[in-house]
């Protein structure tokens, strides 16, 4: 080989591809073509004897191996966050009993090729039904645009915001009730992301009745008993002085008639001198407490005050009061007054004076009678 030096250089050329099982790397289908080349110079001649051999000036040849082909497949995944657990979930949103709730997720197909991502949920504590929504694509919920999703396309890469909603339960207020999102990927079903627990917290349900009724008791004030012995409130609706009981003027009390109450349309008749009985009835329908709650009633025109009393359902006392700021666990004498505003109060606290401190709890009735007589 004397004169025909070989410089060979392989030259290879690093492999790409095939490492397509990171999510969100390439796309799946992306072919991969890869060739390695043995380039050489050819020899040169050989030199008449006694010549010295020249420098090697062929060009170089090439010779290229057989291809390898590859082609990038499809590997599938999701990710749904926030991430959560029911002890620790990844939100929470205080909700008030009967309006919905939302809790607000976002949905990534983190696959290299499109998805349908397979949507469920699940709760704890409590029975009512999630619905799952897919949001418009403005990122704020509204019921009436984000329309209620069992799944969703998504393409390689994308995210969407996703509302799971839920009316939230009458339940005692601060109660948990925990949520779960479930994606699965419909390409690959043991791709599942299932730790997505948020938790909806049941707030206060602000809420009261107030219901009045009139009743007559004739026209012997003897009859009208507003408070029991040492000033015991009296419980409503039932008659204070009961019927066919010895009147302390000496007659017979005859049975509270029903006048007027919510049901009544139209004004009724009354007589002067006319014992009438007013029972306010308020209720606390909400799930949590009412604070500073006072039920007030006013003695109206060309009525006078006979007296007050009152009650509650609870075993916290009651306090009464002429003007708001001055509060008596004895009902205050309004005998031949007018135009007075009395008030009766839980007091919660038991500090013997009404505050924002104290409150109605949820379920509570308070009920406070108002005896008057027609001038
Ligand atoms: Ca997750
Ligand atoms: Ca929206
Ligand atoms: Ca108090």
Redesign the pocket.
Known sequence: MKGSSLKAVLIVTALLGASSALADGTPAGTAISNVATLTFQPPMPPTPPGTPPGPNTNPPTVIPSNPINVVVDKVYNLLITPDGTPAAPGQTVTGVPGQTAVLTYTVKNTSNTADTVNLSSAVQNFSDPVTLRKDDGDNVFDATKDTAATSLSLAAGESVRLYATITTPNNAAGTSNPINVIGTSQGDASKVDNNNWGNVTTGNAAGGTVDKSAYSYGTDASCLVPTGPGGTPVAAPTPLAPTGTPAPSGGTCAAPVLLADKTTTGPVKIIPNELIQYRVVATNTGNGPLSNAILRDLIPANMRGVSIGGSFSGTTKV?FSLNGTT?SAAAPSISGQEGVTVAI?V?????????A??SLPAQGVLTLLLNTQVK
């Open positions: 306090l509060w109060a007091d919660s606290n038991g500090d013997n004076t009404i505050t401190e104290d």
